[in-house]
């Protein structure tokens, strides 16, 4: 990209890339972080305690811990979206 734009351009353009790069990243880290690696490690405990197909069943996805987690990814998602993406 940043052989498409002319470079007195490039000057006011770069400082969005910068915050919607780093936006992205943290935002997919924090999603990482607090949704997919806890949800993953409790449906591997209950998959070794009850079977693969309880931890498919919506009593396990809609239980209070799994709810929970699921609501812990709303701040990720509110940085992906707002700092990464829509300073463009």
Known sequence: MRQTVADEKWKNI??????SFWGLNIGLALMVLLNLFPGGVFQLVDVLQNG????????FLYQGRMHLIEWLRFP???IFIFVGVLPW
């Open 14 to 19: 770069e400082r969005y890339i910068r915050v």
């Open 52 to 59: 693969y197909w309880h931890a498919r069943s919506s009593a």
């Open 76 to 78: 990720a998602d509110l």
